[in-house]
């Protein structure tokens, strides 16, 4: 069992750009989210799904976009890279959003030029 | 708006002492709440939940309560370890089952 795979670990993008941050899970879970990680900040979410085609908006959605076309997957878009977006992201999953614990990946450090 | 604070940003204690963490909640009432540990350059792990109708709840030498009249629940280490040292993180989901965090307490146990 793999758990949660995000790639890539590293990232380096100039303001402007896009690109996607990947988040596969093989555990069957229903509820996948993201995360955001600052300094002083603590975990912020982003996005989160409750099921395949589901998804909805955490407390810091803006630049942002997901989707969640099969239960493996639940990839972070964005659009047009801010040096605000840089930061540590970590995607999580759950059995369902009730009273379950999150598995988190190993986290993916953007950084935005 | 719902509000997660765990105090003291950074905690240090004497290894054999017992390490005690707060996590207070505001403007909801979850019906559970969960501690997670995070080691630097990693993603948060699992640590313990606990239940509203659960004054507490222990794991090997982890104890955790949940004072829902507070809003507030306890995390304790007893005779902490070196290898305890981490940063510890409360989340009570709020109403619509959507995982929030607090902003963690470091906990440095000294040899």
């Known amino acids: 069992n793999a758990g949660v795979t995000q790639t890539p670990k590293f990232q380096v993008l100039k303001t402007g750009q896009s690109m996607t941050l990947q988040c596969a899970q093989d555990?069957?879970?229903?509820?996948m989210s993201w995360y955001r990680q600052d300094p002083g900040m603590g975990l912020r979410l982003i996005h989160y799904?409750?099921?395949?085609?589901?998804?909805d908006q955490g407390e810091v959605p803006n630049g942002y976009n997901v989707s969640r076309s099969t239960t493996e997957d639940f990839p972070l878009r964005l659009l047009s890279a801010a040096p605000s977006q840089t930061s540590v992201y970590f995607c999580?999953?759950?059995?369902?959003?009730?009273?379950?614990?999150?598995?988190f990946g190993a986290g993916s450090r953007l950084t935005v030029l | 708006s719902q509000k997660i604070e765990q105090n003291s940003e950074a905690l240090n204690i004497q290894e054999g002492k017992t390490a005690t963490l707060t996590c207070n909640y505001t403007n909801y009432s979850p019906a559970y709440l969960q501690w997670y540990r995070q080691d630097p350059g990693r993603g948060p792990v699992f640590l313990l939940l606990?239940?509203?109708?659960?004054k507490e709840k222990r794991k090997e030498r982890l104890k955790v309560t949940f004072d829902t009249t507070l809003k507030q629940s306890l995390f304790h280490i007893t005779a902490s370890q070196p290898a305890d040292s981490a940063t510890y993180l409360c989340a009570p989901p709020n109403t619509g089952n959507q995982f929030y965090f607090g902003t963690g307490t470091s906990l440095t146990v000294i040899p």
């Open positions: 799904s409750v099921g395949a085609g589901i998804t």
């Open positions: 606990i239940r509203e109708n659960e």
């Open positions: 999580a999953s759950s059995y369902s959003s009730r009273a379950n614990v999150l598995t």
């Open positions: 555990m069957n879970h229903e509820y």
